[in-house]
């Protein structure tokens, strides 16, 4: 079992950039596709990023060309950077783990971390 702990959140302004992590305990994150989620207030949770264990990524279409994801593996973490940062990204910020190779179960996740972004 793997355990996740996001931290890196807070208040921003709009504009500013962020940069959230995503750390491992309990297993190497290299065997685990790794996704960012978020879920803001009285919304569905939405898929933001994923990277593979094999290295590749994925970024939401409303979310691509200002956030990345990428992994430190000596310190078996996840990062996701998020730049130009809007107040339509305030939302809580969980990343999940799953081992299936279609990233339709994720069966590990994190607590969250707040990002609230003001005008």
């Known amino acids: 079992q793997v355990y996740l702990t996001e931290s890196g959140g807070g208040l921003v302004q709009a504009g500013d950039s962020l940069r959230l992590s995503c750390a491992a305990s309990?297993?190497?994150?290299?065997?685990?596709?790794i996704g960012w989620f978020r879920q803001a207030p009285g919304k569905e949770r939405e898929f933001v990023a994923v990277i593979r264990w094999g290295g590749n990524t994925y970024i939401e279409d409303s979310v691509k060309g200002r956030f990345s994801i990428y992994r430190d593996n000596v310190k078996n973490t996840i990062f996701l950077q998020m730049n130009r940062l809007k107040p339509a990204d305030t939302a809580v910020y969980y990343c999940?783990?799953?081992?299936?190779?279609?990233?339709?179960?994720?069966?590990?996740w994190g607590q969250g971390t707040q990002v609230t972004v003001s005008t």
């Open positions: 309990g297993r190497d994150l290299t065997v685990y596709n």
């Open positions: 999940a783990a799953t081992s299936d190779a279609d990233l339709g179960d994720y069966a590990y």
